[in-house]
């Protein structure tokens, strides 16, 4: 098998390197070699990984040790899927209660850790990130890579437009800035007024690419028409986006498309698993390509966790082949998407999720025996003329009636100066109906009815109460 560029474990990178002038590929070799060359190399590469860390971690050595797995047992990759167990998000925290602060599945002496971060701990003990400063270098050059993929390139000013705090998504894009060459422009977001100064800032400083949410970058379009600039002046080629569902479905990708006249590109898989570009799309390809020479990417049926033939959907679950801080082995991502394994427009060959991540699968729910996902409405309303860009998803699980949804929707400004009101829930129910095969109550609300956000959407509510209320208002008159 040929050389692959900088291949090697641990890895090493040289920080200097750069691809020739009008290369598409950053490694020609790792991104276009044959899928079988390349999934040898893996194999190799996954046993150099589980024994660093079955020598390193208590955690891993113990939970092999029960299953009855050992790294030496990998000699193909049905080997490890079928052998080597998965760890779960609640198995890192009882880790980390059990040895405080970052868990038994540290490799590296605490005095090596080079940055911290973490989940914000909203729903349960927050879970540490440990980050030495190799990884950290490791993480910048793969992220550098990949968005060369999407056609930055040394020199672009990389406008950065999320939180820089324990979130792992806006530290990435600023490191593959810097490792890239470009004019990292880290503004940041979520302080009050921020939004507005963000306008004036592009405006002024004309970046060629901007990272955010696609929430955001939205509400930023919002933002820059109400003070009266055309975001399309801003000059941005290319936005690229993490953190939630959008930037694959269709309805959400062409609304920023078609306000920055820019493309659009879709990454991200965990903040536990950076480099979180490790599945993302290219210039030439929509979508995400699973960089499977980063992180090693399998999707699993949810059950038992066996792959699914391409083509069906599946949990991603992820294992690291560069890290060597808290490396992640089999980690079940809990969430939904599907694979394929065509050729890609770009020549690349990964295996593709050509519709992105559908959200997580404990963010589904199901009415009247339909299997329902927020991005699924989030896509059916951003197809509907007039949908004012927010609404909110009311759902009921009990009660006397059968489960029902409701939405309430915001038209934009000139559908509710018109009085077009009427005619916009129709076509939103119908909509609603066609896509997703179930009836909606649907509710118009005034315009800015809810507030826009410069991180992730929060879009369904699960209340009683709030149903009770609006199930009364809006089906009063049906007969019984």
């Known amino acids: 098998m040929s050389e692959m560029e900088y291949w090697s474990w641990p890895p090493r990178y040289d920080d200097t390197y750069r691809p020739e002038a009008g290369s598409r590929y950053w490694f020609p070799r790792r991104e276009t070699m044959p899928a079988g060359d390349r999934e040898r190399a893996i194999v190799q590469r996954l046993r150099e990984v589980c024994r660093y860390a079955y020598e390193k971690a208590p955690f891993y050595r113990k939970k092999w040790d029960e299953a009855g797995f050992h790294p030496d047992q990998i000699k193909s990759l049905e080997d490890f899927e079928s052998k080597c167990p998965v760890v779960t998000k609640a198995d890192l925290r009882k880790a980390q209660e059990r040895v405080q602060p970052f868990g038994d599945y540290l490799c590296i002496p605490e005095s090596e850790v080079f940055h911290v971060h973490g989940t914000s701990g909203t729903t349960g003990r927050p879970t540490a990130f440990a980050v030495g400063r190799e990884d950290w270098r490791n993480i910048a050059n793969a992220h550098a890579r990949i968005m060369y993929g999407m056609g930055i390139r040394p020199g672009d000013m990389v406008f950065v437009a999320a939180i820089f705090s324990l979130y792992m998504g806006s530290w990435g894009a600023l490191s593959g800035s810097e490792r890239l060459g470009c004019k990292a422009f880290p503004f940041g977001a979520g302080a009050p007024g921020m939004s507005s100064r963000a306008v004036q800032w592009m405006n002024t400083m ?23 600039v055309d975001p399309k002046d801003f000059g941005i080629k290319r936005l690229f986006f993490s953190g939630e569902p959008g930037a ?7 609304r920023i498309e078609q306000a920055y006249n820019a493309k659009v590109y879709d990454s991200g ?16 390809t929509s979508g995400m390509l699973c960089w499977q020479d980063v992180v090693y990417t399998e999707v699993c049926d949810p059950a038992n966790f066996h792959r699914v033939p391409y083509g069906q959907r599946g949990t991603p679950v992820y294992t690291q082949l560069e890290r060597t801080s808290q490396p992640m082995i089999r980690l079940v991502s809990g969430d939904l998407t599907q694979w394929t ?29 339909e299997n329902v996902y927020p991005s699924e409405i989030d896509a059916a309303l951003n197809q509907v003329e007039g949908y004012g860009g927010e609404h ?12 029902e949804l409701l939405l309430r929707v915001e038209p934009t400004p000139e559908v509710e100066k018109e009085g077009k009101l009427a005619a916009f829930q129709d076509r939103v129910t119908k909509r609603i109906h066609t896509m997703l095969g179930l009836r909606a109550g649907v509710e118009v609300v005034p315009c800015g ?10 879009r369904v509510i699960d209340d009683r109460e709030v149903f ?9 008159d049906l007969p019984r």
Request: charged share 25%; aromatic share 10%.
């Open 449 to 458: 009815t809810f507030p826009r956000t410069d991180f992730k959407a929060r």
């Open 206 to 228: 004309k970046p060629q690419a901007f990272y955010g949410t696609p929430s955001f970058a939205l509400y930023l379009a919002e933002v820059a028409e109400k003070e009266g």
């Open 269 to 284: 898989s965990m903040a536990e698993i950076t480099p979180w570009m490790n599945v993302a799309g290219s210039e030439q």
């Open 341 to 369: 394994n065509d050729p890609n427009p770009c020549g690349r060959t990964y295996p593709r999720l050509p519709n992105g991540i559908f959200g997580r699968i404990d963010d589904m729910f199901t009415i009247r025996g």
């Open 392 to 403: 909110r998803i009311i759902i009921s699980r009990s009660g006397a009636r059968m489960d």
């Open 468 to 476: 009770r209320e609006l199930n009364q208002r809006m089906w009063k």
């Open 248 to 254: 694959s479905v269709p309805g959400v990708k062409d």
